[in-house]
Every structure is written in C-alpha cells, then in structure tokens.
C-alpha cells in the first residue's frame, strides 16, 4: 500500500488535496484485495468500509458543523432494521427495503433534530443520547417486529436470480459505497454549504452577522449524517444477513464518536483512519487475551494526549514541525 | 397508597445512587467543564475493591474506607497522567480520553477482581421496615442518608471553604483566577480526588441492594449523566434533584405504566425538559463549550 | 487534505495489515477446535466460566495424549457479547484459522449471528446458548448443549400444576435470555392448563424490581411466580421477593442455577425452586445416577482449578467440547464432515447437562427429564422428589 501512496501520479502537486484524498481512498480499497491472503482480512476490511461510511457522515455533523451526537448508532439501527423487517414482515424487497429505511432515517433526523438543535453543547449531546436509547429500547422491546434482544434474520438479497454472497462480492459492495460517500462528503465540504457549516464552527455569532441560517444549517448536517448512518445499518445488515440491537446501542452511538475524535475531526482521511484503528485494532489485540479491553483504553488514552487534533491532523502537524 | 409509597421508596433508593454520580460529575464539571466518563467505574471501585477486601476478612468498614482511598488514587492518577498533560484540548477530545480510561479501568478490574457478579451484607440487617403497608430496607436509609450527607458536605466545601471558593472560581473564570493566584491545576486535581470518592462512597452503600461486577460502570455513567443534564450541568442541587427525579420516575413508570420501557420514560422526561429548559431544572451556565 | 497526510495513511494501512497478518502462523499437526465466547462484556459471567472449562480440559486431554494421538489446539476469540464481532471472529476461525469444529456462542444472539458462516463452510458448530430457535429448524451443521428454554417452562409448569396451583404471575428480564424464556412459556403454558395473570419485565442492568413485584403481588389471584432470568437480575428480584414479603412460591430459571444465585440472594433465596441440569446437586445425587462421576469430577476440577463455585454454564461448554472430542474419536478422522455425522449418530454421551442421544431431526438430544427440579434449603440446593 506504500507503493500505491508512492505511484499515485507525480502531478498531484497540482491536484487539489480533496481529489488526492479520494484517489486515495479509491487506490486503497482497489489495491487491498490483492494482497490479502484470506477473505477474513475481506470481511475485517468490509467492516471498516462500512464503519467508516456512517464515520464520514458523523464527521461532517461534528468536524464541520461542531455538533456531537451520543445518539448516531440509532440511525445505523433504522437503517439495519428496515432492510431486516421490509422483506420479512412486509415483503418489500431488500434494496426498497433499504432506500426506504434511507429515507425513514432522514425523516426522522429532520423531524428529531428541530426541537434538539436548539439545544447547546453537553445539553445537545444527552438529547441526543436518549433519542438513541429511544430508538434503541423499541428495538430490544418490540419483539414480533424484531426479534427483540437476540435480534433477527436478514434476507440475502437477490438480484435477477443471483445471490449477493461471499467475502469479496461485499468487499466490492461496501467499497464502492465508501468511495461514493467520500467523494460526496468532499464536495459538500468544499460547497458554499461547507464553508457555511465551518464558519458556523469557528463562531456561530459571527456567521449569523454574515447571514448564515445556523439552525437550518445543522438540521442539513444533521440529516445529511444520519443518510450516511442508515446507508452503512443497511449493508452492514445485508452483509451479516443478520442483525441485533446492539448496532443501535449506546455503546455503539460512543464508538462512532471516539472514531472520529481519534481520526481527526474535520478530516475525512481521518474518519477512515479512526474507523480502521477501532475496528482492526481489536483484531490484532486477540493475542492479548485478557487484557484487551485495558490495552485498548490505553492506547485511546494516548492517542488523545499526544496527538490531540486527531491522527491524521496530529501526525500532519508533528511531520509539518519537523521540517521546520 | 401502600403501592404509591412502595414505588416512591423504590425511586427514591434508586434515584439516591443516580444523584450521587451526578454530584461527582457536577464537581469535575465545574472545575474543568469536562464530562468524566469514567465517573460510573469509580463506583465500581468502590464496591468490588469492598467486596474483595471483605472476602479476605478485612473489617467492612475498613475495607470500605479502604475502597474509597483506592478510587480517590485513581481518580488522582486519571487527572495527573491523562487529563494534566492534554492540558488545553478541547473537551470533545477531553471526554474520549475520559472513555479511554473508563475502557482501561474495567479491563484492568477484570482481571484484578473477576467477571462475576457479587453483593456485600446490608449495613444494618435485612430485616424490612413497614410504613403504611410499603416496605423499605435498612440499606436504603444508608444510600439517602449518604446522599444527603454528600449533598451538605459538598456545599459546605463550595461555599464555606477557601479551596471550595477555589474551585467555583476555577469554574466561573480560569484566566481571572489563575491571575488571582489560585493553582487550578490543584484546584482540578481535587475535584477528581473528591469526585472519585463520592462516586467510591456511591458504590460501597449501594452494593448490598444493587449488587456490583466489573462492567456496573458503563450504566452508572450513563444514568449519572442524564440526571446531571436533566438538573442542569454544574449545579450540585441539579444533580440531586435531577438524581431522585430520575429514579422516581423509572419506579413510577415501571409500576403504574410500563415496565417494559421503563427506562424510556426517563429520557423522555429528560427530552421534555430540556424541551422547556434548554440548560436543565437548575442550569444557569452557559455551557457552549463542546 | 494535504497529500502527507495521504502517504501517511498508507503507512498506517499497511502496518494495520501486517499487525493482523502476524497472527496466521500455522502447525500442521494438531487438531484445530475453534471458540468465540462472550468472555468480556455483559454475558462475561456466563463466557468466563465457559472459556475457563474449554482451557482446562484441552490441556487434560492433550496431557493426556489428545486425541486420535494428536493434541488439539484451541483457537479462542472474546467477543464481548457483541453478535458483529462475533460473526467477524467466526469468518476468522473458519477462513484464517481452518477449524475443524467450533465450541462457542455463548448467547443465542452471538450464535444467531454466527451460524450462516458454518452452515456454508460446512464445519460443525455446537453452541452453548438456550434459545430453542438455535436447533429449531435443525440446521445441518447446528447443534447444542443447554436445554433449551421450552423445556425450563414445562418442567416449570408440570411442577406447578402438581402442586395444584393454576394462576401464575410473571416477571421476566429483557435481556435474550429472559425474553426467549418468556416467549416460550407463554407459548407452552395452555398445555398444563395454566394462566398467567401477571407479566411484567425488567431491564438487564435494573438495581431494583419492587415496583414490578408489587403489581405482581397485586394481579387478581396470583398463586405462585416464575422469573426468566440469568445473571443479576433473578437474584435482586429474590430479595425484593423477600422484602416485599409476597410468600407465594417462587420459581427461577436454569439461568441461575450455581451457587453463586444462593450467595447473592442471600437467605431470601430459602425456597425457591428452579429446574436444573444435574450438576448443581452433584454430590446429593444417588449413587446409581449415571451422571454423578462425571458432574462430581468436573466440579470438583473446576473449583479447585478456578476458587469459584461451579456454573451450568461451564458445564454446558464441558459437554460440547466431550460430545465433539468423542464424535472425532467415533469417525476416526477430522475432517468437518465425518465429524458432523458422528455427532449426529452421539447416543448414550453422558455429559453434565444429562445423556445425550442425537439424531437427524435432535440436534441437542436431550429430554425434559434431564432437568431436575431443585429447591433451595439451608442455603444449598436440594432435590425436589414430586412433581414433573
């Protein structure tokens, strides 16, 4: 993968860092497959995609428009459980299943986030969490609609008589699905929405002066991440062919944050390196037995200490004070 | 009326244990405006380092007092090894190393202790007290007393102690008391001392009805922090209010609605106030700082 | 973006794909036996005991010359009781490590989760969870060990009904277990001519059921109470049971059959009755019970190697890991296949939770009278002689 970063082409002085940064990400996931020796290492990184997808989207509500959400697991739980419950209780196919549990998700996040947008800070952050306990109790509790604590069964999907199975097909699937969600982030970021989102970031004062409709712009973001969430809820579920209520689960909504605070706020290479760190770490932490759990609350320790801004903005900074 | 007192008992027990890690998040809060993740594993602490000091024939109130000087020294740990050296990050980034530790301390405690679930004998006997047909265990009379005892205490330390005065004016203006003279990173490190031993002192009262295992932090911080934000954030009478209105009305919720979402009704209470009032019953502070 | 920060992810991708890859180092000679448990994470009381048996007893066998003469080698995940990771550690076991068989899933959602991965590798799975779905419809490469939760109620209700009671108030957890309990239940309760006149639950993590026990107490003629549970809850419920001072009779679930239950309930437990695999009361059984050596052995072994009383839990992974052992031995050869069948044909297997006979349409092989039905007495489980 070295290599891929080292041949990408040498006039990228030119390019603007956004389109480096998806060819980036696009190298990567075409370059993976060919250097993993077993589809387990597929499915780990089918994982990341997937993780790093609702990451990117959570990126965008704190990164640019400063907001946290406790509660972002909820939306991945919308998204998870439709394509489980369309085709089994309503017998709406997966992929419908799965735009209309994407459209659900966004409906809610609208219809959710006007009162809890007025909210500030910490205030905004446990409104959140308890929309996503909600969400995540109607999940455990409603068990003829979900299969309640143990979850349920997901339909493979079938596309003109073709099952959609097997490490790599998903690998694909998830991939190309990250690539998408990626270029679509950059270009909200470099949108007059972006800018608008980010001055809202640095003073939500000064950008009211200057006419920007802060409520109306985190409501965007705030549904724009939830998009993302319930698109990733929906593969992830349609990969496992099977989905419990711990997708939606506090724990879960926590994980999502820590990805993007340890990546690096505001940097979407950052969302993938938080979203990789945390699912591939544990991975490589098996040896480690019993002490795991401890391990990895340590390294998260000092990741944050040492490189505050993040990995990727961290690192970039460190690099940049060396060359001085 | 035997039925509604029941219930009040019930929320009122609960609820003392919730208002008790409020207090401890409110403290930490005021001092540094960081949320303590690991607030609910000191309660851990404070209950299993008791319990196993207890199975090992150490008297219990020694083992308790010893309990809560093992979580004062994390607490003091915390803030000297992860909290002082980020001094000046953001609180988002504050908060994931809070998680970090919360992480790192239940993994240490399962190994330390062990996986199970364990219980300490109640402080004076089981034997229930009946009033009016509702019936209430000693131990409860130790975990509201406890709180009310913290509740006093505390106020007496903010309002009546130098240090006390210290760590209000840490909390109102850090520049403006740093240039008066006051040592805030001390200041900080006492709020962690002092936030971790009500949390220790949470967890040794309450593990004869609540029981306690390695992981009974994750749910204490959780309901901590809602009823620190349902009281409003840095207020210490927030967090006993928003603590006792919490339980009340899980237990009220559980018995005369449902018990099956139970814990929905909670926060939705919580979302119905801050609904209403944006900064909690008794927040004043502004708070946008995340 | 600046393109450093490109190049360094790169680094940091390609040092993440080496960190994994250094755990694929194989030996060609022992016997590969997978195993993903909740080992950490809320169902750690029931994936600790579970781990610590399947560690103790690989080591035996190997030290006792393994098997087929070759040693096996565990392959153990933690999953944390989190059903995505455990499917990620299932593909792992299957695709990296080359199993022959799994021993693991700890909770039914893990073992949900899990299955389709070993249905289509075609390596058998013995699954140590409750729930009756996991064999119901059987599932070619599927089996268990723990009764399944069915069997907990009817063994419940007939002893209900041979006491001559018909109204019954229930409370049940939230979590899998309780729920998949209570499902069943309600579902076998017509059949012994039973109502339930209360039905209230309670959330995993709750500290205090009172207010749920007083609308119990309350419901029009209640006559006796059955709590589905495992893990902290039951035993709160027991002593605000006793607090509440409700004096029917009460009945919890295999869940809490160890003596750790009697410990944290303390002397509100006096009475209670449960049904239970045969360990729990392995020194009381008679001497002409077929499973006594092997229950009293494994107790004994297990609370001297670990100082903790000894679980059902445990005893559910001591027999997947024997009924697999013995099925290798039976088909003399480790390929996935033969072993599937041998386990398939297991007849007479005495295990901890009862003899085990298997067959095309019984991947669990046990039967309700494998339970029995214990009460608790002077702070230590008795067995109770009437009843189903």
Not at chain 1, 163 to 177: E, F, K, N, Q, S
Not at chain 1, 262 to 272: D, E
Not at chain 2, 53 to 75: C, K
Not at chain 3, 328 to 335: C, L, V
Request: net charge neutral; aromatic share 8%.
């Amino acid at each position: 993968m070295t290599d891929a970063a080292a041949t990408s082409p040498p006039s990228r002085r030119t390019w603007s860092p956004r389109l480096v940064s998806l060819v980036f990400v696009t190298v990567v996931v075409a370059v993976l497959p060919l250097v993993f020796p077993s589809n387990y290492y597929l499915r780990v990184a089918s994982l990341v995609w997937t993780s790093g997808l609702a990451v990117v989207g959570l990126n965008l509500l704190m990164g640019l428009a400063g907001q946290v959400s406790l509660g972002h697991a909820a939306f991945l739980g919308i998204g998870a459980y439709a394509v489980a419950i369309g085709p089994t209780h309503l017998g709406v196919p997966p992929i419908p299943s799965a735009l209309a549990g994407i459209a659900l998700s966004a409906l809610v996040a609208w219809i959710v986030g006007k009162p809890i947008f007025r909210l500030k800070g910490y205030y905004l952050a446990v409104a959140t969490l308890g929309f996503g306990l909600l969400l995540a109790l109607v999940l455990t509790s409603e068990s003829a609609w979900t299969g309640g604590p143990d979850g349920m069964p997901v339909e493979r999907v079938e596309l003109f008589g073709w099952r959609v199975t097997g490490a790599l097909t998903w690998y694909w699937i998830t991939g190309v699905a990250l690539i998408i969600g990626v270029a679509l982030a950059l270009n909200l970021e470099a949108s007059p929405t972006g800018r608008a989102l980010r001055a809202l970031h640095d003073s939500e004062v000064a950008a009211s002066v200057v006419g920007v409709d802060a409520a109306r712009l985190k409501l965007t973001a705030f549904v724009v991440a939830a998009v993302y969430a319930a698109t990733s809820g929906a593969l992830l579920a349609l990969m496992n062919g099977f989905v419990t209520p711990d997708t939606a689960s506090f724990m879960h909504s926590v994980e999502f944050v820590t990805m993007v605070v340890i990546g690096g706020m505001g940097s979407v290479v950052g969302a993938l390196v938080g979203a990789a760190i945390l699912v591939a770490l544990p991975q490589a932490l098996t040896v480690l037995q019993e002490y795991e759990t401890a391990v990895l609350g340590l390294l998260i320790m000092v990741f944050m200490i040492f490189l505050r801004q993040g990995i990727v903005p961290g690192l970039i900074g460190l690099f940049r004070g060396m060359r001085r | 009326m035997a039925e509604f007192l029941q219930f009040a008992f019930s929320g009122l027990t609960v609820g003392a244990v919730y208002a008790l890690v409020a207090l401890g998040f409110t403290l930490i809060y005021n001092a540094s405006d960081v949320v303590n993740f690991a607030q609910g594993d000191f309660v851990m602490i404070g209950g299993m380092s008791t319990v196993f000091l207890y199975a090992t024939g150490v008297p219990l109130p020694l083992a308790a007092i010893i309990a809560i000087l093992t979580a004062v020294i994390v607490g003091l740990l915390l803030h000297r090894l992860a909290i002082e050296p980020a001094r000046g990050a953001s609180p988002v980034t504050l908060i994931i190393i809070t998680i970090g530790a919360s992480m790192f301390i239940r993994g240490v405690a399962q190994i330390v202790f062990d996986k199970q679930f364990h219980q300490l004998p109640a402080f004076s006997g089981d034997r229930p007290i009946e009033i009016l047909g509702a019936t209430l265990l000693p131990q409860s009379l130790w975990v509201l007393g406890g709180g009310l005892a913290v509740f006093v205490a505390l106020w007496l330390f903010l309002e009546r102690t130098l240090i006390g005065k210290a760590v209000l004016a840490t909390a109102a203006n850090r520049l403006g008391a740093r240039l008066v003279g006051i040592n805030t990173a001390v200041i900080l490190a006492i709020a962690f001392g002092v936030s971790a031993s009500i949390g220790a002192l949470a967890g040794v009262l309450a593990t004869p009805i609540t029981l306690t295992r390695f992981d009974l932090g994750t749910i204490m911080t959780l309901k901590g922090f809602a009823a620190a934000m349902l009281g409003g954030m840095g207020s210490p009478l927030g967090a006993v209010v928003g603590g006792l209105l919490l339980g009340l009305i899980e237990a009220f919720g559980a018995g005369y609605i449902s018990s099956v979402y139970k814990d929905g009704f909670s926060f939705i209470a919580i979302l119905v106030v801050l609904f209403v009032m944006p900064r909690g019953l008794f927040g004043g502070r502004s708070v946008e700082r995340v | 973006m600046s393109k450093l920060a490109s190049r360094l992810l790169g680094l940091g991708v390609s040092a993440l794909a080496v960190a994994g890859l250094a755990g694929a180092a194989l030996a060609a000679d022992p016997i590969k036996i997978g195993s993903v448990l909740s080992a950490t994470g809320p169902a750690a009381f029931l994936g600790d005991p579970e781990k610590r048996t399947l560690e103790m007893y690989v080591e035996r066998i190997n030290s006792a010359g393994g098997v087929l003469g070759r040693p096996l080698e565990l392959v153990l995940y933690d999953d944390g009781g989190d059903a995505n990771k455990a499917r990620t550690f299932a593909t792992r076991l299957i695709e990296d490590d080359e199993v022959v068989a799994m021993v693991g899933g700890t909770t039914t959602g893990t073992t949900m989760a899990m299955m389709p991965v070993f249905e289509d590798a075609s390596v058998p799975f013995i699954s140590l969870a409750g729930a009756v779905e996991i064999i119901e419809p059987v599932r070619e490469y599927v089996f268990k060990t723990p009764h399944t939760d069915r069997m907990a109620c009817e063994k419940i209700f007939a002893d209900i009904k041979a006491r001559g009671f018909t109204k019954v108030g229930l409370i049940s957890g939230t979590d899998g277990f309780g729920k998949s309990m209570r499902a069943q239940c309600m579902a076998v309760v017509g059949n012994f001519g039973i109502e339930i006149v209360a039905d209230e639950s309670y959330g995993p993590t709750d500290s205090d059921m009172t207010p749920q026990l007083t609308k119990v107490k309350n419901a029009a003629g209640v006559q006796t109470v059955v709590n589905p549970g495992f893990g902290q809850g039951p035993a709160i419920v027991t002593r605000n049971y006793a607090q509440l001072g409700i004096g029917l009779p009460l009945y919890q679930s295999h869940g809490v059959a160890s003596k750790s239950f009697i410990d944290l309930a303390g002397p509100a437990a006096e009475g209670v009755r449960l049904p239970s695999p045969a360990l729990a009361v392995a020194e009381k059984l008679p001497d002409t019970d077929q499973q006594k050596p092997v229950v009293v052995e494994y107790k004994k072994l297990y609370e001297e190697k670990t100082g903790q009383p000894v679980s059902t839990f445990g005893g559910y992974a001591y027999d997947g890991l024997h009924l697999l052992v013995a099925a290798i031995q039976k088909a003399n050869s480790t390929e996935p296949d033969a072993i599937r069948d041998a386990l398939e044909a297991t007849a007479g297997f005495v295990g901890t939770s009862g003899v085990f006979t298997m067959s095309p349409t019984d991947h669990l092989g046990l039967k309700v009278d494998s339970f029995r039905m214990l009460e608790i007495k002077d702070g230590d489980w008795t067995l109770v002689e009437t009843g189903g």
